[in-house]
């Protein structure tokens, strides 16, 4: 086994998965369901050929104007977050488009997702997690 690997001794959560973009490392606890977040957000839906209803089908959106196009991908995100990441209490969505000087403004968008974790009877604190969604452009 190369040194620095990980081994199943270094796992302590119940929640784990390997971390995406890199080698050798995994995600625990909160992590874990913040890349999962990221991932539901980020796929679009069809793409998964064995789960083919998995992610989020905003990209339709393209091209509408903005202020059609934020409620329906809030919707959107909403939906997917709920039936794929049982996890979570979905406190809110919002989504804005990135304004860059660097890149074509609003060719990204921001999307904050508040939540918590589910956890029986006691009350988790509130996370938040925000995803930059490349080429969404609205």
Known sequence: MPAGAITLAD???VDWSLALGAIDEVVQ?????EQCLGIIV???R???P???TFGAD???YIDFPINRALPAIVSELTSAITI???RVNLLSVTAQPVNDASAQTGAHLDVTLNWQLKLGMTAAPVQSTIV???GATV
């Open 84 to 86: 794929w990441e049982p």
């Open 58 to 60: 905003i990209w339709r």
């Open 42 to 44: 980020t796929t679009p």
């Open 11 to 13: 796992i302590t959560a």
């Open 46 to 48: 069809g793409s998964d």
């Open 50 to 52: 064995l789960r083919p």
């Open 132 to 134: 930059t969604i490349p």
């Open 29 to 33: 606890g909160i992590a874990d369901v």
